[in-house]
């Protein structure tokens, strides 16, 4: 019995190393270190009063693929490719949060799979979204999470169709769990949309004797507007050949205008904003608000509209004349019209210019198109671009071709339209090559200008418009305290931190086996004597009865 209690204490004694097995069962089944990758917040802005974007930004939750959340505790990791505008529609108002991981080349997908990505990032700025969502660029070790994620609720679901087969992979199954840190979403009441205009007015030596430059002044307008594309889905800078193109116009007929070869009947003026489609062309709003009369004398108003298809393999290979009202006959947008078709004919590889009509929606509070500000304004005005609808979703993508393909393109247009205007200002053969030789246009007047941010970004634009025209002016549209057209929101630099735990159920199955492995050393250590008396009850009979036998046949043979 003494030697029972004795072995009791010991084993009493080791309990300790037994909770140290058990707190280290605890630690291996403890979130690890979290994998941090990079991630772009979706963009936020309002116009005339509408939201668009999520106002939420940090996230701590569940993480579950596209096809097994189910509740605002989860947030969806996914590939902006396994996206479909039906399960955006349900995400962006029921789910916790959304993390989208990019494609990592956009041109190594698929046309059908290009032109749904499209028709998804249109879909995305056109709504008010509850849940915060983020952009991950390409990671292999992302990928490899959402692998992960999309295997346990998909393909082992498939493969375990018994109840325990379920019950197996669900315990053992990795679950993660997302954290982004984002601040509070705020205002910015400091927003403001800078606007650039410029001309250029003919010299004294281009114009007659008996003229001055007064008389020259007086001459009546063409305006070349276009905007800069500064957002997308997410705060990036999509290419910007609509101001490329102006501001190789702006170069090319600052050659042009000051030569005294070449009398102009029009004063030539630019103008460039930063708010485009997006923002209900602000810019354009803007300028007519603080400059009305700028137009009292104008000719026509020429808009340059997604001039290039960013992101298409099979472009229309057609450069469309939008209009709200059908041009009179032998007007100036109609003889213009026919000097493009003309143009394009001598110039083009095949290029068709076809012209589009399309009323004004005043029920509508976004336009259609940037031509439509002055058309309101009963000034005639048109918009050249190379999509034939509105709603077409190249207009708003922030993803794009190969460069050398969309300069290719952007070559063409630029030397038809250039040729056109030139023919209508200086009243030559549309097809007598002005811009041949040298000026021609090349890809040093249009590549410097594709990567063009912002006007304000490095004074590029600035300094291109001071250096080849006159009457240069800068204005801000700033958002109004009461009712603001728009507004903008401070973005925060965050990460994305993704830890790797197991589900709920595995809690709940581990304390179950703790509970009895406990219980099971607890019964061991309350009965162990007893079951020690019992052991040692049928082990020291046998014995016993050996050692009597040996010693009554050792006396036996003593006594012989």
Excluded at 493 to 517: C, E, H, M, S, W
Aim: hydrophobic share 40%; net charge negative; with cysteine.
């Amino acid at each position: 019995m003494n030697e029972a209690d004795s072995f009791a204490e010991i084993f009493r004694g080791g309990l300790p190393h037994c909770l140290l097995i058990v707190f280290s069962m605890l630690l291996l089944c403890s979130p690890v270190m979290p994998s941090e990758f990079e991630v772009i917040s979706m963009t936020k802005f309002d116009v005339n009063g509408q939201h668009f974007g999520s106002r939420a930004s940090s996230i701590s939750l569940e993480a579950r693929s596209l096809y097994s959340w189910n509740t605002s505790r989860h947030c969806v990791l996914t590939r902006l490719t396994d996206l479909s505008i039906h399960d955006f529609d349900k995400l962006r108002q029921n789910a916790g949060g959304l993390i989208l991981m990019l494609p990592a080349n956009i041109l190594d997908l698929d046309v059908e799979t290009r032109e749904l990505i499209m028709i998804l990032e249109q879909s995305m700025l056109a709504h008010a979204v509850v849940a915060p969502i983020y952009f991950a660029p390409y990671n292999k070790d992302l990928e490899k999470i959402i692998d992960d994620i999309t295997y346990t609720t998909t393909d082992s679901v498939a493969k375990n169709q018994t109840a325990l087969g379920q019950l197996i992979v669900t315990v053992s199954a990795n679950r993660y769990h997302i954290n982004v840190g984002g601040g509070s979403i705020v205002a910015n009441k400091n927003s403001k949309v800078p606007i650039i205009q410029g001309e250029l007015i003919p010299n004294q030596l281009a114009l007659k004797p008996s003229e001055s430059v007064t008389d020259g002044q007086k001459l009546p307008v063409i305006l070349i507007t276009a905007n800069l594309k500064t957002f997308g889905i997410y705060n990036d800078y999509p290419l910007n050949a609509d101001a490329a193109v102006l501001l190789a116009l702006v170069e090319l007929f600052s050659k042009v205008h000051y030569t005294a070869t070449m009398a102009p009947k029009y004063r030539l003026k630019f103008l460039l904003s930063d708010a485009g489609l997006l923002l209900n062309f602000q810019g354009s709003k803007k300028w007519l608000e603080v400059d009305d009369n700028a137009l009292q004398n104008v000719e026509f108003v020429l808009c340059l509209d997604t001039i290039t298809e960013s992101l298409s393999n099979n472009p229309d290979n057609a450069l469309y004349m939008h209009v709200s009202k059908p041009p009179k006959e032998k007007s100036s947008i109609s003889n213009f019209f026919k000097l493009l078709k003309s143009a394009a004919e001598k110039y083009s590889n095949g290029l068709t210019v076809e012209g589009v009509h399309k009323k004004i929606n005043l029920a509508d509070s976004k336009l259609a198109w940037e031509h439509e500000r002055f058309s309101i304004k009963r000034y005639p005005s048109f918009t050249l671009s190379s999509v034939k609808s509105p709603r077409s979703p190249i207009r708003t993508t922030i993803f794009k071709n190969d460069e050398s393909q969309i300069l290719e393109h952007t070559l063409n247009t630029s030397r038809i339209i250039a040729e056109a205007l030139a023919s209508f200002m200086y009243k030559v053969d549309s097809v007598s090559g002005i811009f041949d030789g040298e000026l021609a246009i090349k890809e040093e007047n249009l590549l410097p200008y594709f990567g063009v941010k912002s006007i304000l970004h490095n004074n590029d634009v600035k300094d291109a418009f001071e250096k080849y025209l006159s009457n240069v002016k800068i204005i801000y549209d700033k958002p109004d305290s009461r009712d603001p057209d728009f507004m903008f929101y401070n973005e925060h630099d965050v990460k994305l931190n993704v830890y790797r735990v197991k589900p709920a159920i595995f809690d709940l199955f581990l304390t179950i086996v703790i509970g009895i492995y406990l219980l099971t050393v607890f019964l061991a250590i309350q009965y162990f004597p007893r079951l020690y008396d019992e052991v040692s009850k049928l082990t020291k009979e046998e014995p016993v009865g050996q050692l009597n036998g040996h010693s009554s046949e050792r006396l036996k043979m003593k006594s012989h």
